[in-house]
C-alpha cells in the first residue's frame, strides 16, 4: 500500500493527513494560520505539520512517497503564480522546490479547489465518473472540472474559475476584475450580506447555518435569499452544463451541509434552463467528504498516476 501527505492550505487553517492509495484518512492535523500572518511564519507552520505527519508514519512504519499541496491561487509547476491576496507573499512562490528540498520528497501542487474536486472525482461524490464539475460555495465559488478521468485546468493551468463567469453584465464589480460575476450573487458571503440588507441584521451576527434554519421556518427574507441565490446558482450550472456535459455536479462547501433542499432548489433552476440534451446524464449532487476532501485530493497528486 502506497501513502502520502495531503495538505489544504486554506486563509485560516492548514489541515494535512496522512492518506493511503485507497483514501482512507490514516492520521489528520490541523493547525492555525494566524490572521495576519508573514510568509515565512506560514511557510513555518506547513513544515511543522508535514513534519509531524511524517513522524507518525515514520513511527506507525508507513513509507511516505510524496507530499500534495493545495493552497489558494493559481499553480502552475509547483509554483503559486498569484491570486491568493489573503495569503502574505502568496506570490511567485515555488512551494514545490521549497518543501522538497526541505524532505527530501517529491512534492507536487495545486489549487485548493481543484484538489477538493479531485478528492471527491476519486473517493467521495463523484467516484466512478469521467466527467465531472465540482463547485465550492464559501467565501467565495471555487471550482474544478474533469475532463475523461483527468483535472483540466486550460493551458498552463490558469483556468477553470468557475466562479468567475458573469451571470450580470451590468452587475457590481468583482475582486477579479470583472463585473458580476457567479460568486458575487451565489457565494455564502453574498447570501449572508443580501440577507444583511434585508432584513437589517448585523452581518457579524449571520451565518449561512442561520438563514438556512430561517427558510425552514417560513421567515420570508430568508426565503426570498436562498431563492436567489440558488438561482444564480442553477443558472451559473446550467451554461456549466451546456459547456462540459458532466455526468455530476458536485456541490461541496459548509452551505452543501444544508441538506437535499438546497440541491433541489439548485436543480430545478439549473434543469429547467440547461438545453435538454446537454444535460440528460446529468445529476447534481451534494458532495461527500466534507473537509477531508482537499487533503485527500493533495494526496492524489503523488497516489494516482493520471495526474
Ligand atoms: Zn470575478
Redesign the pocket.
Known amino acids: 500500500m502506497k501513502y502520502a501527505v495531503g495538505i489544504d492550505l486554506g486563509g485560516t487553517f492548514v489541515k494535512a493527513a496522512l492518506v493511503s492509495e485507497n483514501g482512507k484518512l490514516i492520521f489528520k492535523s490541523k493547525s492555525p494560520i494566524g490572521f495576519s500572518a508573514k510568509k515565512q511564519t506560514i511557510l513555518n507552520t506547513i513544515k511543522e505539520i508535514i513534519k509531524e505527519i511524517i513522524d507518525k508514519a515514520t513511527a506507525a512504519q508507513l513509507s511516505v512517497e510524496g507530499i500534495g499541496i493545495g493552497t489558494p491561487g493559481i499553480i502552475y509547476e509547483g509554483i503559486v503564480l498569484g491570486g491568493s491576496e489573503n495569503l502574505d507573499g502568496w506570490e511567485n512562490l515555488d512551494l514545490a522546490t521549497y518543501f522538497s528540498k526541505a524532505f527530501n520528497l517529491r512534492v507536487k501542487v495545486d489549487n485548493d479547489a481543484n484538489l477538493m474536486g479531485l478528492g471527491e472525482f476519486y473517493y467521495g461524490a463523484a467516484k466512478g465518473c469521467t466527467d465531472v464539475v465540482f463547485l465550492t460555495i464559501g467565501t467565495g465559488i471555487g471550482g474544478a472540472v474533469i475532463i475523461n478521468g483527468a483535472l483540466y485546468g486550460g493551458y498552463k493551468n490558469r483556468g477553470t474559475?468557475l466562479?468567475?463567469i458573469v451571470v450580470e453584465h451590468s452587475g457590481p464589480e468583482?475582486?477579479?476584475?470583472?463585473k458580476g460575476?457567479l460568486?458575487?450573487y451565489s457565494s455564502t458571503t453574498a447570501l449572508i450580506k443580501q440577507y444583511s440588507e434585508k432584513s437589517g441584521i448585523n452581518i457579524d451576527d449571520l451565518s449561512g447555518y442561520y438563514i438556512v434554519e430561517k427558510y425552514h421556518e417560513n421567515e420570508p427574507n430568508a426565503v426570498y435569499c436562498l431563492q436567489e441565490h440558488t438561482k444564480y446558482l442553477g443558472h451559473g450550472i446550467a451554461s456549466f452544463i451546456n459547456t462540459f456535459a458532466p455526468q455530476k455536479v458536485v456541490i461541496g462547501g459548509g452551505i452543501s451541509d444544508a441538506g437535499q433542499f438546497y440541491i433541489d432548489l439548485i436543480s430545478k433552476t439549473a434543469f429547467k434552463y440547461m438545453m435538454p440534451d446537454c444535460g440528460n446524464h446529468t445529476k447534481i449532487v451534494g458532495a461527500t467528504l466534507g473537509n477531508d476532501a482537499g487533503s485527500l485530493g493533495a494526496a492524489t497528486l503523488i497516489l494516482k498516476k493520471s495526474n
Open positions: 474559475e466562479g468567475h468583482c475582486n477579479c476584475g470583472g460575476c460568486e458575487l
